[in-house]
């Protein structure tokens, strides 16, 4: 780049004559003089977008950075918010932040502008996790909150996540009048910076004993875990948030066996021992792999920087350790939930899960055997939370989760939380052993009893203007003319979320879609796969979600029929030209 564009050097200049601290104006002075201009362009082209969800982006000086200035635009549209919406009320909120650099600072700031514009805030004091901010909005009867986070991104990125009056994120049409209210904060000088320290109220470890008394009265399986006590526990928090909770709440279940990755204990927003700070990567989890072997664990489990998402590994069958994906992790969950709560005589007929749209439909197959709701969300755990909210003191929510690793059980929390999931997951494996089985074992026998259900995440990255218009000829082609077949199973229905409609393509037959409009597309074969076709919102992919529904008439004969359903995922993908 030979020079900057006008607009990028206007937006330089209005940073560098405005009411900026010197460090900022230093630092994008040295990169004017060095003639950075690709850097400069990165991060002064745009405003860094409030998004549904809250902010995320790489740190540094810049409109479209994660720094002090974007933090305290963000917290000031969403003070004003609350302002407008709770008239002559009394606000307050909760904040936490997770181990990532500058999280801690940048929590600070929110505190501070909050505080600023007479809003009392709850203050945790040290680093937790995300759905301990959940919890903490609930009990504190606030009426919003903030996390600052960026889960599993690369060390680079930060975030900032804004949660209701429920505990769950925000929902539409509070997430658009949000965004509006951010939008409207032109000028770094509408921003009231100067705490007020009597709004501000440190909390902690009061917080943490209400939240584990609350998750440990779930546990449904207490005898098991008496029995299986000294389970071998292998667990890593990544350099993460989990290391203040995790370790607690398998004690408190009963769990004395517990042995921590020593390497990944230390929080460190550096996550120096991983390329990602995610359970989803192999990679991530091979520390916790390694420990796993040399103590010859009974159960691996791993949690992303801020505590939401959980990533296991068991041993199978001829003794190695393998990683169970998201969609497995959450159908075992559900699938020992429902049946500890039926042998307890707990299913009244009143209790429901939810999953999402693209999560396994063995979950759906598991609850309709058990007599229980199964509720389908879109696509974020915004929408379980949603749902949790519209039915309290209605329903019973015993559990739920998404395929990316992220799960819930009981009903004092709006978001995924790893804290609770991973003391379940260890309960689970108690009960399995207890019944002399292991947990991998365990998943086998579910896929007998239910189907064998496998899944795969397919993603096509098409770059730039070009890509986005391929991305959406590629759906509109879908759209209007799906395939006939998939993997040599005939295509008998098109759910259309976009439309909110589904077709009968055998009948003809349409009816309607209850859920907000997406666009997402799902193709349902007659063999009983679904396979969805979703537009990344964050970067310039297409994702396939592959649920492909295979037979396992015994465990012997895992190997074969998972051999024959990747060969049909391959065949699917092959039909779809991807």
């Known amino acids: 780049m030979q020079e900057l564009e006008q607009s990028v050097l206007n937006k330089v200049n209005e940073w560098l004559q405005g009411d900026y601290d010197a460090e900022t104006k230093q630092h994008i002075q040295k990169l004017l003089d060095d003639k950075a201009y690709t850097e400069l362009t990165d991060s002064f082209y ?13 740190m540094g000086p810049g409109s479209n950075r994660i720094n002090k200035y974007t933090i305290g635009t963000a917290t000031q549209g969403l003070a004003n918010y609350l302002k407008k919406t709770y008239p002559n009320e009394e606000i307050k909120v909760a904040i936490a932040h997770d181990s990532r650099n500058n999280s801690d600072y940048f929590a600070r700031i929110t505190a501070e502008v909050f505080s600023a514009n007479g809003i009392y805030v709850y203050f945790f004091k040290a680093l937790r996790p995300t759905p301990e901010l959940s919890f903490a909005i609930r009990q504190l009867g606030c009426k919003s909150g903030v996390m600052l986070t960026a889960s599993h991104n690369p060390k680079e990125y930060n975030g900032y996540k804004a949660y209701g009056h429920d505990g769950g994120q925000f929902v539409s049409p509070a997430d658009k009048d949000v965004m509006t209210e951010v939008a409207g904060v032109t000028s770094i000088d509408q921003v009231k910076f100067s705490a007020i320290e009597s709004n501000i109220e440190l909390i902690g470890e009061e917080i943490d004993e209400m939240y584990l008394n ?6 449904v399986s207490p005898d098991a875990i008496k029995r299986q006590s000294d389970l071998k526990i292998v667990y890593s928090p990544i350099h993460g ?47 916790a792999l ?17 505590a939401d998402r959980v990533g296991i590994a068991v041993k199978n069958t001829d003794g190695e350790f393998v ?32 999953k999402t749209i693209v999560t396994s439909n063995l979950i759906d197959t598991i609850a309709k055997a058990k007599n229980v709701t199964c509720y389908n969300t879109l696509t974020g755990f915004k929408y379980i939370g949603e749902l949790m909210t519209r039915f309290e003191g209605k329903k019973t929510f015993i559990g739920g989760g998404e395929e990316s690793y992220g799960y819930l059980i009981g009903e004092f929390v709006r978001d995924k939380d790893a804290v609770v999931s991973a003391a379940f997951i260890a309960e689970m494996t108690a009960y399995y052993k207890d019944k002399g089985s292991s947990l991998f074992e365990a998943l086998l026998n579910m896929y007998v009893e239910f189907g064998f259900f496998k899944e795969k995440l397919v993603s096509v ?12 000829a590629m759906m509109e ?37 209850d859920l907000p ?62």
């Open 517 to 578: 409009k997406s666009d997402v597309l799902q193709f349902i074969t007659e063999e009983g796969s679904i396979i969805s076709a979703r537009p990344s919102g964050t970067e310039p992919k297409i994702k396939f979600y592959c649920s492909v529904k295979g037979e396992l008439n015994s465990t012997s004969e895992f190997k074969a029929a998972d051999d024959a359903i990747e060969t049909k995922i391959s065949a699917i993908m092959s039909d779809l030209g991807v």
């Open 290 to 306: 390694a420990k796993g072997k040399e103590v010859d664990a009974d159960l691996i489990l791993a949690t992303d920087p801020d």
């Open 241 to 287: 948030t989990g290391i203040t909770l995790v370790p607690t709440a398998l004690q408190r279940f009963g769990f004395t066996n517990v042995i921590l990755v020593d390497e990944q204990v230390t929080p460190d927003g550096n996550f120096p021992t991983v390329v990602y700070p995610n359970p989803e990567e192999k990679e991530a989890l091979t520390l």
């Open 477 to 513: 082609r879908f759209r209007t003319n799906p395939p006939a077949s998939l993997g040599g199973s005939k295509v008998i229905a098109l759910k259309d979320y976009e439309k909110r409609e589904e077709t009968d393509l055998v009948s003809g037959e349409k009816k309607a879609i």
């Open 323 to 354: 990683l169970l994906n998201g969609n497995q992790t959450g159908s075992l969950l559900i699938n020992y939930l429902l049946s500890a709560w039926e042998e307890k005589g707990k299913l009244t007929g009143n209790e429901y899960i939810v």
């Open 46 to 58: 745009r405003d860094l977008e409030f998004g549904t969800g809250g902010l995320r982006g790489i």
């Open 461 to 472: 990255t098409k770059k730039g203007k070009s890509g986005a218009e391929e991305i959406k």
């Open 214 to 219: 609350k998750i440990t009265q779930l546990s």
